[in-house]
């Protein structure tokens, strides 16, 4: 069956970076793209970009550009999410949706990072 | 960027109810709308895409309707596990915008 799983919950101190991972099993990993998706505490969701699997093309939103690298290791059908220089306001929760256009049909359980000194 | 609103941003219903949460998106979207269902702690899930096609798994009691710029998401009688977050998305252009939600609570 299809599973995104994601890494676990990090809690990190402002000026740090931090690494997500999105583990993908169940399915030929480059046939859709992936998707991440930011929720602050109590708010809603916000699509941060995607990244095609198949040729590792990133496109972000306005928003998360610059600090925000997404990444791919096809070996391990793996994508990653890269945030740098953190900010208190990067605490979130972060997941990766796999799909397009049709809607992201599967997703990750969600990755918690928190950002604080 | 597209704008998407919903209405309301909460309600309040009953086992049993009909209920119908609205959303609109500043400019046409032809059919790119995708609806969620989001329960605390846990991940968004797609029910339907392409404004009224239920994926696959989805009850029957979910449809969508709508085209261009205002679309709805209807639960034809309410269950005990519907009461959740809603947002619906466009994906007509990147950034896919979501929506800001509507919080559907038992009355």
């Known amino acids: 069956q299809v599973q995104l799983v994601q890494s676990g919950s990090e809690l990190k101190k402002p000026g740090a970076s931090v690494k997500v991972s999105c583990k993908a099993s169940g399915y030929t990993f480059t046939r859709y793209a992936i998707n991440w998706v930011r929720q602050a505490p109590g708010q809603g969701l916000e699509w941060m970009g995607w990244i095609d699997t198949n040729t590792g093309n990133p496109t972000y939103a306005q928003d998360f550009t610059g600090r925000f690298v997404f990444s791919l290791d096809t070996s391990v059908s793996k994508a990653h999410l890269q945030i740098s220089s953190l900010k208190a306001e990067d605490t979130a929760v972060y997941y990766c949706?796999?799909?397009?256009?049709?809607?992201?049909?599967?997703w990750g359980q969600g990755t918690l990072v928190t950002v604080s000194s | 960027d597209i704008q998407m609103t919903q209405s309301p941003s909460s309600l309040s219903a009953s086992v049993g109810d009909r209920v119908t949460i609205t959303c609109r998106a500043s400019?046409?979207?032809?059919?790119?709308l995708n609806w969620y269902q989001q329960k605390p702690g846990k991940a968004p899930k797609l029910l339907i895409y392409?404004?009224?096609t239920l994926q696959s798994g989805v009850p029957s009691r979910f449809s969508g309707s709508g085209s261009g710029t205002d679309f709805t998401l209807t639960i034809s009688s309410l269950q005990p596990e519907d009461f959740a977050t809603y947002y619906c998305?466009?994906?007509?252009?990147?950034?896919?915008?979501f929506g800001p939600g509507t919080k559907l609570e038992i009355k």
């Open positions: 392409a404004t009224s």
């Open positions: 998305q466009q994906s007509y252009s990147t950034p896919y915008t």
């Open positions: 949706g796999r799909g397009g256009p049709r809607g992201f049909d599967y």
């Open positions: 400019q046409s979207i032809s059919s790119y």
